[in-house]
């Protein structure tokens, strides 16, 4: 069987209910892009007839003593559903380190009960983890990828790693974006006191560090002010910002539930992201979605999805001066602001919805579906 990476496979002509296993490791109740993604990817599925999709959680506790304790009842409980034919497709989201070790064992149940495996390329730094692996880790991890029915990336640099690094064969490999809701709720970029927003976990991996450092080098004439949402050690990172003589102009409001972020992007300017570490943001598509123009770095699938000049600006990770004269340049001109956060919000419309990723993460499901209880493993 062979996906094409650019364009899904037709669907099957069969309309039964197709049962997916989608796991990931909190769910949608987490704190990221991932659970994000998952509650989009739920609420989609919901509304398709032959598509009965299920999120199954891995992690339980917060706390590493009691993940580790409960880790083996989660996965024999999974493990037994498989076995009494739940699911016809098992889809597990994959993240560096610990993430893909626990997803190994997920897949190896699901292919012995004999159900279709899907593994979806999400977590940030997977280049940069896989390049530290020991030789023998790095042989495990491509043999975990080489057993799964298909693989899913969210861009293409993701893909060059999949194929070329991974092993992969190109034909089980397809290009998903991230895609978000259409809430309506779009933003006015054009304010005399322009407000930044920033939404992604507060710390070293999202460049917290290189934005304030950034934000401290920005003219004393310039009127803005900035809110960095997210989860982090918010106290070291305040008394960073207070060190800079940024009290009065950023805030830390913590992390913002789904409804509250898009509504306090639609109340904003620019959408800014450091990054150092990333896969392809769900927070810059939903500021795309809300209209704002976007200021990200030159990491992974970033660019792919930023049209550098034309719906955003595209600077160099850990780097304070660029970040800082691109901040600049769009907090003076308020219409090259609005102009770049329509041209954002048509190309949101044109490639970066749910529907349009959901729909063909669907279609994929569809194809896999077929083999489904048809070949135990042990068929390659």
Known sequence: MTLDRATPPAPDDRRETIRVAL???????GLGGISRFCAYLERRS??????????????????????????????????????????????????????????????????????????HLHGSGYDEWYASLTDRRASRVRRFFRSVDHVIVCGRHWYDLAVEQLGVEPGRVTIIPNGVPDTGELADPT????????????????????????????????????????????AAWTAVRDELGLTARVSFPGWWPEQVARAELAA??????????????????????????????AIAAIPEVVEDGTTGLIVPADDPGALALALESLLRDPARRAEMGRRGRQRYE????????????HTIYRTLSVVAGKEPEGRR
């Open 191 to 234: 304010r005399a006191q322009a407000r930044m927003i920033s939404l992604g976990l507060v710390g070293e991996r999202k460049g917290t560090d290189v934005l304030l450092h950034a934000l401290a080098r920005l003219p004393d004439d310039l009127d803005w002010r900035a809110d960095l949402a997210g989860p982090g050690d918010v």
């Open 23 to 29: 796991v990931s490791p909190n769910g949608t109740s």
């Open 268 to 297: 904003s300017d620019v959408f800014v992201l450091a990054t150092r570490r990333e896969n392809q943001p769900v927070a810059i598509v939903e500021a795309m979605a809300a209209g704002l123009p976007v200021v990200s770095t």
């Open 350 to 361: 044109q490639g970066y919805t749910i529907e349009r990723s959901a729909d063909r993460i």
């Open 46 to 119: 919901a509304v398709v007839p032959d598509v009965d999709l299920s999120v199954h959680r891995t992690i339980r506790s917060g706390r590493p003593v009691l993940r580790m304790l409960a880790e083996p009842g989660i996965l024999t409980r999974f493990a037994l559903r498989c076995r009494r034919r739940r699911f016809d497709v098992v889809h597990v989201n994959i993240a560096p380190g610990n993430s893909t070790w626990r997803k190994q064992r997920f897949i190896a149940v699901a292919r012995a009960a004999g159900c279709a495996t899907v593994a």
